[in-house]
């Protein structure tokens, strides 16, 4: 599966953002999906993430504590897209934000299908 992040940009603290991830191949529905960030000078981290569901839009969501509150999670196996929505943004979350595909949740920090990552800065 091959994976597009799109819509990162400049916010201000506090704005919304929503990111996209479209996926490529008619597995896409099958995979879990997940959203890492990595800021300057720190390791990549899970941010969110979506298994797979039988249905257009299901799937369980996982959060990070750091974004619990803040960031919803959705998908839309018709369109192949997940959706990071993220809300009352703060400086700390300024990274280079990647979504992952794999079979299992556990599995996607270690995965091989990345997308080439969308950067978010947030300004205070």
């Known amino acids: 599966v091959q994976l597009q992040a799109s819509g990162g940009g400049l916010v201000q603290a506090g704005d919304p953002l929503r990111l996209s991830c479209v996926g490529s191949?008619?597995?896409?529905?099958?995979?879990?999906i997940g959203w890492f960030r990595q800021a300057p000078g720190k390791e990549r981290e899970f941010v969110a993430a979506?298994?797979?569901?039988?249905?257009?839009?299901?799937?369980?969501?996982y959060f990070a504590d750091s974004v619990k509150g803040r960031f919803t999670i959705s998908r839309d196996n018709a369109k192949n897209t997940v959706y990071l929505q993220m809300n009352s943004l703060k400086p700390e979350d300024t990274a280079v934000y990647y979504c992952?595909?794999?079979?299992?949740?556990?599995?996607?920090?270690?995965?091989?299908?990345w997308g080439q990552g969308t950067l978010v800065t947030v300004s205070s």
């Open positions: 992952a595909a794999e079979r299992s949740v556990i599995a996607l920090s270690s995965t091989d299908y």
């Open positions: 191949g008619r597995t896409f529905s099958s995979y879990d």
């Open positions: 979506i298994s797979w569901s039988g249905s257009r839009t299901g799937g369980r969501t």
